[in-house]
């Protein structure tokens, strides 16, 4: 009874294995002499701090209640990313610091150590995330602090509309490049853009006459092989191409897909309350399109709009087509990788199921889902393409299905012409100086 304050009640208090209570004194003698392996000889205030902290305590005896964190480790070593979340806070923090008997320091020393501890902390992480924001992905490169900047001239403005720039980081994650129609800057542009059916118009002698060392031409076309003259005398001219064909140089689809951050539970489609829309403005017997539509009318009604047919409501391809089931995104010819805004803009954009005719279907596979559109020779011919299209009107799940992509994707129409001299920025950096000439730019695009 009067040794509760000594030494061995002091060994009470630090260890959760209390000596039985039997007698008190000659109970504490033969729980030490159990457990002498853990402790020789009597005991100090210091040294019960120090063992407590770096050695193993006893087990605690019979009846103890749940066990302590020194009971589960002196069972055997746990794993590494296991134990400091099983050690007490003090003595985590104290190893963190580099002392163990940090906890008999007065409080106010604890609190220096505690924000010693934080501030370190708070330093580490700020240093690394501005070494990560340093190494930034820009435009599918790693790049350390700022890259150079890139100068991009269009020669001349498409089709003879006005340009209006755009900031290529805000809008395609692309940093340090700088867009201009400006002329006068020619000499200083890292790569010149000449749209083909303004060279054709206005001829190669309006070309620029000085040409920098170094500095790249680049030849964009979005015209079909069909649709496209004058190739021959453009042999050894340009260094690029920016087509729409995956083999150019630069390539830049009319549109493509991109995941969503979150997966769509499921897709709300529009009202459709009309079964079948095709929006035409060059309307030519001789086209594939054109006849494959004088034969599907007969078994199907369509609703034609644009220069030989309705007017658009509002003025709005999209609120238009919105309204139909089926688009007919025909193209005007079929050649590789030719697959135009009629499928991206026109039919996706309007969510109507895309019908279509232009190269292979799995040419159209490379670029989207199997399910997402139909194809015209899935079908023998006219007649069975309209009786599948009439038994999708009057089933709604077998219809629904063409719009289950829609949970991973959305849809992305190319930003003419602005997402073009951006995405030449960066060819730019990622080439460097390697050299390139098209020796026979009418072979590689006709092919």
Same mark, same amino acid.
């Given at each position: 009874?009067?040794?509760?304050?000594?030494?061995?009640?002091?060994? +009470?208090?630090?260890?959760?294995?209390?000596?039985?209570?039997?007698?008190?004194?000659?109970?504490?003698?033969? #729980?030490?002499?159990?457990?002498?392996?853990?402790?020789?000889?009597? /005991?100090?205030?210091?040294?019960?701090?120090?063992?407590?902290?770096?050695?193993?305590?006893?087990?605690?005896?019979?009846?103890?209640?749940?066990?302590?964190?020194?009971?589960?480790?002196?069972? @055997?070593?746990?794993?590494?990313?296991?134990?400091?979340?099983?050690?007490?806070?003090? =003595?985590?923090?104290?190893?963190?610091?580099?002392?163990?008997?940090?906890?008999?320091?007065?409080?106010?020393?604890?609190?220096?150590?505690?924000?010693?501890?934080?501030?370190?902390?708070?330093? /580490?992480? #700020?240093?690394?995330?501005?070494? =990560?924001?340093?190494?930034?992905?820009?435009?599918?490169?790693?790049?350390?602090?700022?890259?150079?900047?890139?100068?991009?001239?269009?020669?001349?403005?498409?089709?003879?509309?006005?340009?209006?720039?755009?900031?290529?980081?805000?809008?395609?994650?692309?940093?340090?490049?700088?867009?201009?129609?400006?002329?006068?800057?020619?000499?200083?542009?890292?790569?010149?853009?000449? &749209?083909?059916?303004? =060279?054709?118009?206005?001829?190669?002698?309006?070309?620029?006459?000085?040409?920098?060392?170094?500095?790249?031409?680049? #030849?964009?076309?979005?015209?079909?092989?069909?649709?496209?003259? @004058?190739?021959?005398?453009?042999?050894?001219?340009?260094?690029? !191409?920016?087509?729409?064909?995956?083999?150019?140089?630069?390539?830049?689809?009319?549109?493509?897909? *991109?995941?969503?951050?979150?997966?769509?539970?499921?897709?709300?489609?529009?009202? *459709? !309350?009309?079964?079948?829309?095709?929006?035409?403005?060059?309307?030519?017997?001789?086209?594939?399109?054109?006849?494959?539509? &004088?034969? =599907? *009318?007969?078994?199907?009604?369509?609703?034609?709009?644009?220069?030989?047919?309705?007017?658009?409501?509002?003025?709005?391809?999209?609120? !238009?087509?919105?309204?139909?089931?089926?688009?007919?995104?025909?193209?005007?010819?079929?050649?590789?990788?030719?697959?135009?805004?009629?499928?991206?803009?026109?039919?996706?954009?309007?969510?109507?199921?895309?019908?279509?005719?232009?190269?292979?279907?799995?040419?159209?596979?490379?670029?989207?889902?199997?399910?997402?559109?139909?194809?015209?020779?899935?079908?023998?011919?006219?007649?069975?393409?309209?009786?599948?299209?009439?038994?999708?009107?009057?089933?709604?799940?077998?219809?629904?299905?063409?719009?289950?992509?829609? *949970?991973?994707?959305?849809?992305?129409? !190319?930003?003419?012409?602005? +997402? &073009?001299?951006?995405?030449?920025?960066?060819?730019?950096?990622?080439?460097?100086?390697?050299?390139?000439?098209?020796?026979?730019?009418?072979?590689?695009?006709?092919?």
């Amino acid at each position: 009874m009067a040794g509760r304050g000594g030494a061995s009640g002091q060994v +009470e208090r630090h260890h959760p294995g209390a000596p039985p209570q039997e007698g008190q004194g000659a109970g504490r003698r033969r #729980w030490q002499q159990q457990h002498q392996h853990a402790f020789s000889g009597p /005991l100090s205030s210091q040294r019960r701090g120090t063992e407590a902290a770096t050695r193993a305590s006893p087990p605690a005896p019979p009846g103890a209640g749940k066990r302590s964190w020194r009971a589960a480790a002196a069972e @055997g070593p746990l794993p590494t990313w296991r134990r400091l979340s099983v050690e007490p806070a003090e =003595l985590a923090l104290g190893k963190l610091c580099g002392r163990r008997d940090w906890w008999h320091a007065p409080a106010g020393r604890l609190w220096q150590l505690l924000a010693a501890c934080l501030t370190c902390c708070f330093v /580490l992480g #700020w240093y690394a995330a501005s070494r =990560l924001r340093d190494l930034a992905p820009q435009g599918g490169r790693w790049r350390e602090k700022d890259p150079e900047p890139v100068t991009v001239l269009l020669w001349w403005e498409p089709f003879g509309h006005s340009w209006v720039s755009g900031d290529c980081w805000r809008l395609f994650n692309i940093s340090a490049c700088s867009l201009s129609t400006n002329r006068s800057r020619q000499q200083d542009a890292h790569a010149v853009l000449f &749209h083909h059916r303004d =060279l054709i118009r206005h001829g190669t002698h309006q070309l620029p006459r000085l040409r920098p060392p170094g500095q790249r031409w680049v #030849w964009m076309n979005f015209e079909s092989p069909s649709h496209t003259t @004058g190739l021959r005398e453009l042999a050894g001219l340009f260094n690029w !191409t920016m087509t729409y064909r995956v083999d150019s140089d630069v390539f830049v689809p009319y549109g493509y897909l *991109k995941l969503r951050p979150q997966p769509l539970a499921q897709p709300t489609l529009p009202r *459709k !309350t009309k079964l079948v829309a095709w929006v035409i403005s060059n309307w030519n017997e001789d086209h594939d399109r054109v006849r494959y539509y &004088h034969q =599907l *009318k007969n078994y199907l009604p369509v609703d034609i709009y644009g220069a030989h047919g309705l007017a658009l409501k509002d003025g709005n391809m999209v609120k !238009t087509v919105s309204e139909y089931k089926f688009y007919l995104a025909f193209e005007n010819s079929q050649h590789q990788d030719y697959i135009t805004e009629k499928l991206w803009r026109n039919a996706f954009e309007s969510w109507a199921v895309p019908i279509v005719l232009g190269p292979p279907r799995a040419n159209y596979e490379r670029f989207v889902p199997s399910d997402s559109f139909i194809h015209v020779s899935d079908f023998s011919g006219p007649m069975e393409l309209a009786v599948y299209l009439k038994f999708l009107d009057k089933n709604k799940n077998m219809y629904r299905k063409y719009f289950a992509w829609r *949970k991973q994707y959305e849809v992305r129409v !190319t930003s003419f012409w602005v +997402e &073009h001299s951006c995405k030449v920025c960066n060819a730019v950096r990622v080439v460097g100086k390697q050299s390139k000439t098209i020796q026979n730019l009418a072979n590689w695009f006709e092919s």
